[in-house]
């Protein structure tokens, strides 16, 4: 399985971005989908996931009601739409897949992950 994260870039305080992440997996939607991120010096924390038949998602308090994550089968693609951007978001994000129907908030339990995306946030 391989991913492609996608959409980062820099933007002011209060600002949108739509990330991306293309998966090259026949199985698709046979895998829970999260979103990680990590800022520099910090650990990599939980953003958003949902289960692979994505009727459930679950998000970090420091996004809930700003992020949202989704998917598109016939694409392989997952996206994490972020609103109302803050500088305390920037990070590099990373998607992340699981074999599993169950999500995961702990990064531990995801078996693929895509290379990242740098999201900035300037104030």
């Known amino acids: 399985v391989q991913l492609q994260a996608s959409g980062g870039g820099l933007v002011q305080a209060g600002g949108s971005l739509n990330l991306a992440c293309a998966a090259s997996?026949?199985?698709?939607?046979?895998?829970?989908m999260g979103w990680f991120r990590q800022a520099p010096g910090k650990e990599r924390e939980f953003v958003a996931a949902?289960?692979?038949?994505?009727?459930?998602?679950a998000y970090a308090d420091s996004v809930k009601g700003r992020f949202t994550i989704s998917r598109d089968y016939a694409k392989d693609t997952v996206y994490l739409l972020m609103n109302s951007l803050k500088p305390e978001d920037t990070a590099v994000y990373y998607c992340?897949?699981?074999?599993?129907?169950?999500?995961?908030?702990?990064?531990?339990?995801?078996?693929?992950w895509g290379q990242g995306t740098q999201v900035t946030v300037s104030s």
């Open positions: 949902f289960t692979w038949s994505g009727s459930r998602t």
């Open positions: 992340a897949a699981r074999r599993s129907a169950s999500m995961s908030w702990s990064l531990d339990d995801y078996d693929y």
């Open positions: 997996v026949r199985t698709f939607s046979m895998y829970a």
